[in-house]
């Protein structure tokens, strides 16, 4: 398996890192956590998924890429 088919936990959509995101840095999709919490003021209850078990090798199927991030000045220029 070559690097380019390899993927990174923090380019995934279900990934929350800490402090910023979540308290516990993880997988946050619903298959993968052992602790989940429907109503949204329990948010902090939640368990993640050891993101480093689900994704040793790097071909992690669960993975969606982040959308692209849109530059300073589109977004500038779109005011």
Known sequence: ???KTRVQ??????FRAAPHEARIAGCFK???MPGRQKEAFLDE??????????????????FEA???KVSLWKRLLAS
């Open 1 to 3: 398996m070559s690097d």
């Open 9 to 14: 936990c923090s380019d995934c959509i279900h």
């Open 30 to 32: 619903d298959t993968n």
């Open 45 to 62: 209850q939640q368990v993640p998924g050891d993101h480093e078990k689900i994704n040793l090798r790097g071909d992690c199927p669960d």
């Open 66 to 68: 982040r959308p692209q």
